[in-house]
């Protein structure tokens, strides 16, 4: 497939001399060639690759750069340089662009970069059905939102197809790994002062693998290694992951807080789950956040309710929610405080072992909210459908 590529150059010597490396590389394609001057705000749409000629001492040009790469829908930058140093170097790949050269760019130099753009450009147009990021949100502490987040990726690891990443962004307390009885070596810390980096390989190596196709991003692994990550980094992160590395669903775990971070996480996801439960004060902070969300005017956001430990003998009643709410809940998962428990204790997802409880049916039907792409390979005359008729309230 022929690459197509935007150059633009300071010097019209150095614009004639990309353009003929361009079009000795195969059948690639010169869609742009403009003065430097002119660099649109946004890379130009059915570019793949935009070439520049790099600038040192110019902040604008490395803010355009590192705006652009953190995209992952904006094309491969590749940067020519007036000579290539260890500094310069390391600064490319700080700001994202993919490949530096030279006076002369060896012809073979070249082809090799064309070919892994190719490759991701296929690889890209391959996946059918795009990642899709699912943050959870506690709207207190205590109301199940890790558990949620455990057994789901446990569950979508072993019925939907592709891969699943679970992301602990419960940075000063991580709970997430003790529930799948895991001690991580590396975390995400390690991961934010190695961004310069990060590529394929490296990211591999940081995500723990659970069972089948789940990953877990874990979470620093002191309270002090957490002070060091901010918003620009989880965009970062997630952006690469998301672009690179064909996860069908990531699944983020933002605990209880409503932070800089989980705001980033928010703007990032597809769906947002608020986890709550059937009291008055987690229902109170349910409906300051959708307050809060409601004036964020995240738009794209998907916000869900579900509520945790639902007891349908309970004061509360599904009607009172709702109207408190001004929202509809999408669902309710029952309560059985021994097994619950028992599979946080043994630091074991519920769902692996019990596909016959009422919470392994009642996460199996939420699966097809926040999995709208994929559909869950049907029980076989499990006969256990009405088990979710009658834990659901209605």
């Known amino acids: ?40 705000p946004q890379a130009v749409n059915g570019t793949d690759v935009v070439f520049l000629e790099y600038q040192e001492n110019n902040p604008q040009l490395d803010q355009w ?8 829908k ?14 310069n170097l390391w600064k490319a790949l700080r700001l994202g662009a993919k490949e530096c050269f030279a006076f002369p760019i060896k012809e073979e130099d070249f082809q090799n970069a064309v070919q892994r753009i190719a490759a991701q450009c296929e690889h890209r147009k391959a996946q059918a059905r795009p990642t899709q990021v699912v943050s959870f949100l506690g709207a207190k502490g205590g109301v199940g939102t890790t558990f949620l987040v455990a057994n789901m990726t446990s569950l979508l690891a072993q019925e939907a197809p592709g891969k699943i990443l679970a992301v602990d ?24 002062e190695n961004l310069e ?14 069972e089948n196709n789940s990953y877990l991003l874990p979470a620093p692994n002191r309270l002090e290694e957490a002070e060091i990550i901010n918003a620009s980094h989880l965009e970062k992160i997630i952006h690469y992951i998301h672009e690179n590395l064909g996860f069908n669903t990531i699944l983020i775990d933002c605990c209880h807080q409503f932070d800089e971070i989980t705001l980033k996480a928010l703007e990032l996801s597809d769906i947002l789950v608020l986890v709550t439960a059937q009291s008055v004060p987690a ?34 009643t599904m009607g009172d929610i709702e109207g408190f709410l001004g929202k509809k809940v999408t669902g309710t998962i029952p309560c059985d405080y021994k097994q619950v428990g028992f599979s946080i204790n043994e630091g074991r997802p519920l769902v692996q072992d019990n596909r016959r409880h009422p919470i392994y049916a009642e996460l199996k039907q939420l699966t097809t909210n926040i999995n709208k792409n994929k559909t869950l390979e049907e029980d076989n005359g499990s006969g256990w459908k009405w088990v979710q008729r009658l834990w659901r309230k209605k």
């Open 1 to 40: 497939m022929p690459i197509h590529f935007s150059i633009y150059y300071n010097d019209p010597q150095n614009q004639e001399y990309l353009r003929k490396v361009i079009e000795a590389s195969g059948n690639n394609e010169l869609v742009v060639s403009q003065d430097l001057a002119d660099l649109p």
């Open 65 to 72: 750069i590192e705006t652009t790469a953190a995209n992952p």
């Open 74 to 87: 904006s094309p491969a930058i590749f940067l020519y340089l007036k000579e290539i140093s260890t500094n």
């Open 169 to 192: 962004l419960d940075l000063g307390f991580s709970q997430l790994n003790y529930l799948f009885d895991i001690h991580p070596e590396h975390t995400m810390t390690e991961l934010v």
């Open 197 to 210: 980096r990060l590529d394929n390989s490296y990211l591999r190596s940081i995500l723990y693998r659970l």
């Open 283 to 316: 229902l109170s902070n349910t409906k300051k956040m959708l307050e809060i969300l409601n004036l964020l005017e995240l738009k794209d956001l998907d916000v869900q309710v579900w509520v945790n430990c639902w007891d349908r003998q309970a004061e509360l």
